[in-house]
């Protein structure tokens, strides 16, 4: 059966540093999908962070957090990273990797994932 395992997340103070993985298992070759992150905080809807396009690795991203988050892909495109730099108490939020079947630049759109991870729990204290 496909799946998506995150890890990763933690408890940090605001201005610090994670890296969160997304292992694949029996998805098959991710080649023409984009992967990406989703996140959702207590009382507020999912919320679209990043994506990648396996193939030629174009990145796209939420404007809440360009210029902080980095999505990034091994070399054997079945594990799938972000890289979160200067987080804030507004990043607090459980953290969902997908795998997405098209339209990899709306990283806000749902409809095209095709399989959810569990997801990992980032929180940011003040």
């Known amino acids: 059966v496909p799946r998506l395992e995150e890890s990763g997340g933690d408890s940090v103070q605001a201005g610090g540093s994670l890296r969160l993985s997304c292992e694949t298992y029996?998805?098959?070759?991710?080649?023409?999908?984009?992967m990406g992150w989703f996140r959702q905080a207590p009382g507020k809807e999912r919320e679209g962070v990043a994506r990648?396009?396996?193939?030629?690795?174009?990145?796209y991203y939420a404007s809440s957090v360009k210029g902080r988050f980095t999505i990034s892909q091994n070399g054997a495109k079945d594990t799938f990273y972000l890289q979160m730099n200067n987080l804030q108490p507004e990043d607090t939020a459980m953290y969902y990797c997908?795998?997405?079947?098209?339209?990899?630049?709306?990283?806000?759109?749902?409809?095209?994932?095709?399989?959810w991870g569990h997801g990992t729990q980032v929180t940011v204290s003040p």
């Open positions: 997908v795998a997405v079947s098209y339209n990899c630049d709306y990283v806000n759109e749902q409809d095209n994932v095709v399989l």
């Open positions: 990648i396009y396996v193939n030629v690795r174009s990145t």
């Open positions: 029996d998805t098959g070759d991710l080649t023409n999908f984009c």
